[in-house]
């Protein structure tokens, strides 16, 4: 898989449910953060964890940090119809640059 | 709370004419940074400025891009004899800090369509 790679691609839950959303990276990096996207907007940054890091809480978003199986989860609890967007992991790996997975698109169904 | 803002939001222009994208980056940040996202792909880098030049630059930005911070306040991405492929939405972008382990904030985007 590519450096920053979510799973799935495309998530359908009902209003209520959480929904769980990965990501996977190959080389070490210093930090992620995970991004959402409404259809056709900017990025909104949702939280940000550092490599040392393993768990990471922001209302109802949880992000776990796994850098042994390179990989991030990004949880959503008591989804609501807003939570509708495309949601992006980026990791940054000690360069300037951010680089973007192809994103796990959620649609919560209400 | 403080965002970066990016003007045009949507921008037409015929293949091979020049164009600019404008951003307002948030007014304490140092480091800069545009990405663009052709539609249904990944968001992609392009490149990033600090302290008046640039520090990263990918693949992506060859000779036909440039960016510059004009004054105090905007920063611009210029692209030269635009091409079809050019199409996508570029995103400026900006943080306080480097990247290890700075939060970096978008603007909302600029749709640039090449016809």
């Known amino acids: 898989s590519q450096q920053g790679e979510e799973d799935p691609q495309a998530l359908s839950i009902q209003e209520g449910e959480n929904a769980t959303m990965n990501c996977s990276y190959k080389?070490?990096?210093?930090?992620l953060q995970w991004y959402r996207q409404n259809s056709g907007r900017g990025l909104v940054h949702l939280i940000l964890?550092?490599?040392?890091?393993r768990e990471k809480h922001s209302g109802r978003l949880r992000v776990t940090l796994d850098t042994s199986k390179k990989s991030s989860s990004l949880l959503i609890t008591a989804s609501r119809a807003a939570d509708t967007a495309s949601y992006f992991c980026a990791s940054g790996a000690g360069s300037y640059q951010l680089t973007f997975g192809k994103g796990t698109k959620l649609s919560v169904i209400p | 709370e403080p965002e970066v803002t990016q003007t045009p939001s949507h921008q037409v222009t015929q293949m091979g004419q020049e164009v600019i994208l404008r951003c307002v980056p948030i007014s304490n940040h140092l480091y800069f940074y545009w990405y663009r996202q052709i539609l249904g792909q990944k968001v992609e880098f392009l490149v990033s400025f600090y302290n008046n030049e640039i520090s990263e630059k990918s693949e992506i930005f060859d000779d036909q891009f440039s960016v510059e911070r004009p004054d105090g306040s905007n920063f611009t991405l210029k692209i030269r004899s635009t091409k079809l492929e050019d199409s996508a939405m570029y995103f400026c972008a900006s943080s306080d800090r480097g990247m290890s382990g700075n939060t970096i904030y978008f603007g909302e985007g600029s749709w640039l369509t090449v016809v």
């Open positions: 964890i550092r490599s040392n890091e």
């Open positions: 080389t070490s990096i210093n930090n």
